[in-house]
């Protein structure tokens, strides 16, 4: 299946290009790592296609996106929550990693259902290379209505494991 992509203005003034695979059912909405693109999500899509709407953008700074203005993380999520406008109502917000992040920050007001694959939950200032702002997203997750969906796809599922209980007691 071949995906529609355009592109959509944030905030900020800055312009992302978002892609769409399929063209009926609900909406998931894709967000990359922070070394990524929104093609990362095209097998994810071309296999859901038949029943879903599948949206990925570029964050700023990555595929085709601009780097106009700060990469902080709240910026991030107002940036998913202008994608989030142009797409009309999400069923879920998908996350990987850096992401996941985002997608804990902005996603609960926009889907009601989050999953995050090994979700960035804590990252001191300047350790991406791009001079993210530092984080600590641990007591967010734990204070999250509706228990997110966490996937790990790394070689390391223990440590994962070992890092969301955690960051979740509960």
Do not use: N
């Amino acid at each position: 299946m071949t995906a529609e992509a355009r592109r959509v203005a944030l905030e900020t003034g800055a312009v992302t290009v978002i892609e769409c695979w399929g063209d009926a059912g609900p909406a998931i909405l894709c967000v990359h790592d922070a070394g990524g693109s929104r093609g990362d999500f095209a097998r994810l899509g071309a296999s859901l296609a038949s029943t879903h709407r599948v949206f990925a953008y570029d964050q700023r700074g990555h595929g085709d996106a601009e780097t106009a203005g700060p990469r902080a993380l709240d910026v991030l999520g107002a940036d998913l929550r202008a994608v989030a406008d142009s797409i009309g109502t999400v069923a879920a917000v998908v996350g990987h990693a850096w992401g996941g992040a985002v997608a804990l920050v902005a996603g609960p007001k926009i889907a009601r259902t989050l999953v995050l694959i090994d979700p960035t939950l804590t990252a001191a200032p300047g350790s991406f290379e791009h001079g993210a702002d530092g984080w600590d997203l641990r007591a967010r997750l734990d204070a999250l209505k509706r228990p997110p969906v966490l996937l790990s796809a790394g070689d390391e599922p223990d440590r994962f494991a070992e890092a969301v209980r955690d960051a979740v007691p509960a």
